[in-house]
């Protein structure tokens, strides 16, 4: 069974529809008890950082979590889901704050450099690159310039390269995309959301 975890972030009802297409053995849930008897997680949702890793704490989630992995179930993030897999970001109301992530995964979530010329949020279409297509569980059959949908104003820095599976470019930057550390998987851009390619990357964490 699938646990896609209610934790109050919103905009979900796209990757129930998505996962509706594969499978019916999920559950949209807080409940802790099916958390830990889930086979796999998914942590979806937009919105900031601060209030994520609040949510998170104050359901319960972070140990059920972290018994999750330690089991080496796997556990999917997605945008903002994905960015709580960090160590930590600057994504706070009050400023030079550091909140602390899950610390599943290394590297810190920091906002888009504010040059003028760079439009934040990153919103829309964008290719995917540097895909280890050999490795890579979630990107099987993804190949490399594939467009992703992306709405986001953070990115990873400081990513380790074995754990980065795929990344982007945004004005001259590449960013991580997509993480993949045993059973603890991720992607900044929303799969569901992201046409034929991307159900293709969510029904392959289905089936691992």
């Known amino acids: 069974m699938i646990a896609v975890l209610d934790f109050g972030m919103g905009n979900i009802h796209s990757l129930l529809k998505a996962i509706s297409l594969y499978t019916?053995?999920?559950?949209?849930?807080?409940?802790?008890?099916?958390i830990r008897k889930a086979d796999k997680l998914i942590l979806p949702g937009d919105g900031h950082f601060d209030k994520a890793m609040q949510n998170l704490k104050e359901a319960?989630?972070?140990?059920?979590?972290?018994?999750?992995?330690?089991?080496?179930?796997?556990?999917?993030?997605i945008c903002?889901?994905?960015?709580?897999?960090?160590?930590?970001?600057?994504?706070t109301s009050?400023?030079?704050?550091?909140?602390?992530?899950?610390?599943?995964?290394?590297g810190k979530i920091r906002k888009f450099d504010g040059k003028p010329t760079i439009k934040v949020p990153h919103m829309g279409w964008n290719k995917l690159f540097e895909i280890k297509s050999k490795?890579?569980?979630?990107l099987k059959g993804i190949?490399?310039?594939?467009?992703?949908?992306?709405?986001?104003?953070?990115?990873?820095?400081?990513?380790?390269?074995l754990d980065s599976t795929a990344s982007c470019r945004y004005y001259g930057e590449s960013f991580?995309?997509?993480?993949?550390?045993?059973?603890?998987?991720?992607?900044?851009f929303h799969p569901e959301k992201s046409d034929k390619l991307g159900l293709k990357?969510?029904?392959?964490?289905?089936?691992i």
């Open 60 to 77: 319960g989630f972070i140990e059920p979590i972290k018994e999750h992995i330690q089991k080496e179930k796997p556990l999917l993030g």
């Open 135 to 138: 490795s890579s569980r979630l």
């Open 24 to 34: 019916d053995k999920f559950k949209f849930t807080n409940d802790l008890e099916v």
């Open 176 to 188: 991580t995309a997509v993480v993949e550390k045993g059973p603890v998987m991720g992607t900044q």
């Open 80 to 91: 903002i889901g994905y960015q709580v897999l960090f160590e930590d970001s600057d994504e």
């Open 94 to 106: 009050k400023k030079g704050q550091i909140i602390n992530g899950l610390s599943l995964v290394r």
């Open 201 to 207: 990357i969510l029904n392959n964490f289905l089936e």
């Open 143 to 161: 190949q490399n310039e594939s467009f992703m949908y992306f709405i986001h104003s953070y990115r990873p820095t400081g990513v380790d390269r």
